[in-house]
């Protein structure tokens, strides 16, 4: 499988990097990228051909990844819909619609949409993937090859979830180092050295992560075995369920999702003015 990435920055690397980790050929990797410094880093760092512009010999490739930032994407639209044929498109640009760039690619048909997130750069991403009706199994077999090289996938069959997948994987990242700042500062201000209070915070996420996902227990029951009657955990969790932090966190999420459908409308708009 050839690909062409178009915007060459932190997701397209991390996904060039999964597809060499997972045996891909460089030879078989394109990538279009604007800037000077990052087209020299990636040609020196994973050996890819490398190109300024969009060209019909950039293109040419079995999939088209679109990893520049979500407004860039109507303009990138407009410059590739003549040089598309039978290319998978498929786009990680968080927010736009796989109806409203089919419409900027000319009602291109063979498009996928995906949602990563960030773990992706270490190869423990989520991504979320949606297809367009009407992709053959082949084609929707490539998209979900290049997302897994980054980790998990998972299909979604109904694009309005993308919103929900947007507030649960793809800012997840952020609600996790949130949480870890939270307990590192907690752990300074109970005496600990900032070495030990980073470690004691990563190390206990990292270890409750595995052994949640290890036992497959439900996550409350995990909770009441280490919340012994009169104990300490029960006394910590008390604290946080009166400041109401579980609640917050869902109503945090139910925000993140708002925005991310407002965020599609709002490019919707401007990719439309952008395309007349
Ligand atoms: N980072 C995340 O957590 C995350 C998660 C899910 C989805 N995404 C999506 O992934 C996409 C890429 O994100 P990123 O963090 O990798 O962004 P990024 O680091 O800014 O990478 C985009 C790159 O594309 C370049 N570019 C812009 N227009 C171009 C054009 N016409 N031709 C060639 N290259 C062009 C940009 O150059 P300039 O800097 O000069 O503009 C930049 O180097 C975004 O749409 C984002 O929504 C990101």
């Known amino acids: 499988m050839n690909i062409c990435f ?9 996904l060039i990097d999964g597809l060499l980790h997972r045996g891909a050929d460089a030879a078989t990797l394109h990538v279009v990228e604007m800037r000077a410094e990052a087209r020299r880093d990636l040609q020196e760092r994973f050996g890819v051909a490398v190109f300024e512009r969009l060209s019909a010999a950039a293109v040419a490739a079995d999939v088209v990844v679109l990893a520049v930032k979500p407004q860039q994407l109507p303009g990138v639209a407009a ?38 997130n960030t773990p992706a750069r270490v190869g423990a991403g989520m991504s979320g993937l949606f297809a367009l009706p009407g992709l053959s199994e082949t084609e929707r077999q490539r998209a979900e090859t290049i997302l897994a090289a980054a980790g998990g996938v998972l299909w979604l069959d109904d694009e309005a979830q993308m919103d929900a997948i947007t507030a ?12 870890l700042q939270a307990m590192e500062e907690g752990a300074k201000a109970l005496g600990l050295d900032a070495a030990h209070a980073r ?18 227990e439900p996550f409350a029951e995990l909770r009441a075995q280490v919340t012994s009657k009169g104990g300490t955990t029960e006394r910590a969790l008390q604290v946080m369920e009166t400041a ?18 407002e965020l599609g409308d709002a490019l919707r708009t401007e990719g439309d003015s952008h395309a007349e």
Request: aromatic letters at 8%; glycine letters at 12%; one cysteine or more.
């Open 6 to 14: 178009i915007g060459g920055g932190n997701m397209a690397a991390a």
């Open 79 to 116: 410059q590739l819909r003549p040089l598309l044929n039978t290319q998978l498109v498929v786009s990680i640009a968080a927010g736009v619609r796989a109806a409203d760039l089919s419409r900027w690619l000319g009602d291109y048909p063979r498009l996928a949409r995906a949602m990563p």
């Open 168 to 179: 649960v994987s793809g800012s997840g990242p952020a609600y996790v180092f949130y949480f």
């Open 199 to 216: 470690r004691l915070g990563l190390e206990t996420f990292r270890g409750a992560c595995r052994l949640a996902a290890q036992s497959g």
């Open 244 to 261: 109401g932090v579980r609640r917050h966190i869902g109503e945090a999420m139910a925000a993140a999702a708002e925005r991310s459908r």
